[in-house]
């Protein structure tokens, strides 16, 4: 499990409009990777729009925002259309950053045991170590604090 001060894993995956992002080369910017289960549902959408809503915020105060989940970049470049999101989105389709991430969970729903991603937030420092973990992350006021920890670096 990762903690705080470790170096953030690098990864270089898919984004939203066909290009890639390599998480090493964002340095030296802050970065704010956060981890959602699903495109276009109703918490994963308010997620995406409040960090949309403050993206000229954290550019200001020195942070880059990136969404993953396992959804298709056909499926991210759909839902940025449909919501104007301002925020990058990146397709983790085979799994491996969740993992490595360690958001990839048993979850239960109604009795149901199932694997999918937990709702999670990193931010990463200009360095490339994770100075703050946010685990099963409720949406209302998340990306304030998270701008909050982001000015406080």
Same mark, same amino acid.
């Given at each position: 499990? #990762?903690?705080?001060?470790? !170096? /953030?894993?690098?990864?270089?995956l898919?984004? $939203?409009?066909?290009?890639?992002i390599?998480?090493s080369?964002l340095r030296? =910017? /802050?970065v704010v990777?956060? %981890?959602?289960? @699903? $495109?276009?549902?109703? &918490?994963?959408t @308010?997620?995406? +729009?409040? %960090?949309?809503?403050?993206? !000229?915020e954290?550019?200001?105060?020195?942070?880059? +925002?990136?969404?993953i989940?396992? $959804?298709?970049?056909? *499926?991210?470049d759909? %839902? +940025? =259309? @449909?919501?104007?999101? &301002?925020?990058?989105?990146?397709?983790?389709a085979?799994?491996?950053?969740?993992?490595?991430?360690?958001?990839?969970?048993e *979850?239960?729903?109604?009795? *149901?045991k199932?694997? &999918?991603?937990?709702? =999670?937030? %990193? #931010?990463i $420092?200009?360095?490339?170590? +994770?100075?703050r973990?946010?685990?099963?992350? @409720?949406?209302p006021?998340?990306?304030d604090?998270? #701008?909050e920890?982001?000015?406080? #670096?």
């Amino acid at each position: 499990m #990762l903690d705080t001060g470790a !170096p /953030a894993p690098d990864f270089t995956l898919p984004r $939203d409009g066909d290009g890639e992002i390599t998480l090493s080369a964002l340095r030296p =910017a /802050a970065v704010v990777l956060y %981890f959602y289960p @699903k $495109d276009d549902t109703s &918490g994963c959408t @308010k997620e995406a +729009i409040a %960090f949309t809503e403050l993206a !000229p915020e954290f550019e200001a105060a020195g942070a880059k +925002i990136i969404g993953i989940s396992k $959804d298709t970049v056909a *499926k991210h470049d759909k %839902f +940025i =259309a @449909k919501h104007d999101l &301002g925020i990058a989105l990146v397709s983790d389709a085979e799994g491996d950053v969740c993992e490595r991430y360690g958001t990839w969970v048993e *979850k239960n729903m109604y009795g *149901k045991k199932y694997m &999918g991603i937990e709702r =999670a937030t %990193f #931010l990463i $420092d200009g360095e490339g170590k +994770i100075a703050r973990i946010w685990r099963k992350v @409720k949406v209302p006021g998340h990306a304030d604090a998270v #701008l909050e920890a982001v000015r406080a #670096l």
